[in-house]
């Protein structure tokens, strides 16, 4: 396995924990204005709280995987 690719697996788990803690974070923020809301803004942030968790843990992956590529191969070459 090459320095880079361990990076990347190293950074895509790490990755993984940190989008779950910040789509925990943001559902709690969208839970508190769903509380508040009228019914028919309380629908949009419902869809709104339905597709914000995916995408932040997704892309959290992807940036951190690509960080701890780059750092691996930066710091082995």
Known sequence: MTPGLVGAVL???LGAVLGWLGAK????????Q????????ARKFTTV???AGPIV???????????????????AG
């Open 11 to 13: 950074g895509a788990a």
């Open 25 to 32: 974070a943001i559902n709690a923020g969208l839970d508190r």
């Open 34 to 41: 769903i509380e508040k809301a009228s019914p028919e803004d």
């Open 49 to 51: 709280r339905r597709l």
């Open 57 to 75: 843990i997704v892309t959290t992956i992807v940036e951190i995987a690509v960080v701890g590529y780059v750092a691996a191969e930066l710091l």
